[in-house]
């Protein structure tokens, strides 16, 4: 029996590959470039194909001329059709979707959505209220030279639509370094915002809590106002300002000639910012009283979130908290910085 040849062994190599092209997603490009993997969606003029070789890549709708899948898709073209099946390419940048009552002839272009069959269109989602969750959680200690021991969680509840959002947030944190408590703050608050236009909203939110290290026994900032997105990008980016009244009380353990008691003004600044691999977020907020203004109270923090496995996620940053007339004996600015891990679910 003859070996076989390198011409018969090419050939069956060329088969093989050829089967598993076949057992795959493509899109090709304007450019000439062919892209194997899974097509996990297309919405808002992109394209995200999952790879073995790099994960989920975004491509341009509008640079992508050719799509064939081999398992079925829900599509929903820009004329409001919507049908299940598998995608084929023909010439010209068109396509065919195969489903089992027959069969549409379009262009990529044409497509406005897709999503995977038995799941909800990404256009109804955006219309529905959902509630989203959030719980965080640390701990850090040191032993040696000092003895430090510190714990903190938090937890976010998000009831969001297109229209409006409605926020209960919580935190806590303590902590110990030889001995003295460096650290013992608890924070609840809501938050609410409506648009009244494509960029402008409406809010009110409230906020408590105490900081006994600060010698604040208990605080409470009310205020309401209006927003406006200067950048408006979903979900890859937006910005928003805020600008209101507010209500500020402090009641410190000093005495009570100590305590704030002002109405003044309230604002605000938010950013976020939706990495490939990661997620940035960044707010301050400016609370100064209408009696003096150099008696305010301002807090900062910056995070990069990362994901982990499923749910999971990473969160670092950094908090500063001034208060501008702190009690006696208080310093005026708390840096901190932290890492936690984060669990997400709906």
């Known amino acids: 029996m003859q070996p076989p040849s390198l011409k018969t062994l090419g050939a069956f190599a060329a088969f093989l590959s050829a089967g598993a092209l076949l057992s795959a997603d493509t899109i090709e490009t304007k450019s000439g470039a062919r ?13 995200v194909l999952d790879t073995d070789y790099a994960g989920p890549i975004t491509i341009k709708q509008s640079e992508v001329v050719r799509i064939e899948t081999e398992k079925p898709l829900v599509i929903r073209l820009a004329g409001g059709t919507t049908m299940e099946g598998t995608v084929t390419a023909g010439r010209d940048g ?17 497509v406005a959505t897709t999503w995977a069959p038995g799941q909800t269109d990404p ?51 303590y902590q110990r370094t030889n001995g003295v408590k460096s650290e013992d703050r608890l924070r609840l608050g809501v938050d609410y915002s409506s648009y009244l236009s494509k ?33 408006k990008n979903l979900p890859q980016q937006k910005l928003t300002g805020r600008g209101g009244l507010s209500y500020r009380f402090e009641d410190y353990g000093s005495p009570a000639s100590d305590d704030v008691r002002s109405a003044g003004l309230d604002l605000g600044l938010a950013h976020h910012y939706r990495f490939q691999n990661a997620v940035m977020n960044n707010s301050v907020t400016y609370v100064p009283a209408f009696e003096d203004f150099s008696n ?15 749910a999971w996620k990473f969160r670092v940053g950094v908090n500063n908290d001034y208060t501008s007339q702190p009690s006696p004996g208080v310093e005026r600015l708390d840096t901190t910085y932290y890492g936690k891990f984060v669990l997400n679910w709906e």
């Open 94 to 110: 068109k396509i065919t979707i195969n489903g089992k009552d027959g069969t549409i002839s379009t262009t990529v272009d044409k």
């Open 199 to 231: 960029l402008v909203t409406w809010y009110a939110r409230d906020e408590g809590g105490y900081d006994n290290v600060k010698d604040i026994s208990f605080y409470n900032v009310a205020a309401a106002g209006f927003g406006y997105d200067f950048i």
């Open 35 to 47: 892209l194997v993997g899974t097509v996990k969606a297309v919405n808002g003029g992109s394209v």
């Open 296 to 310: 305010f109270r301002a807090i900062h923090d910056s995070n990069l979130e990362f994901p982990l496995s499923g």
């Open 123 to 173: 256009a109804v989602l955006q219309l529905m209220r959902r509630w989203q969750y959030e719980a965080t959680f640390d701990i850090s200690g040191k032993t040696g030279n000092s003895e430090q021991l510190g714990y903190g969680g938090g937890a976010k509840a998000t009831l969001a639509s297109p229209e409006d959002t409605l926020i209960f947030y919580s935190d806590f944190s």
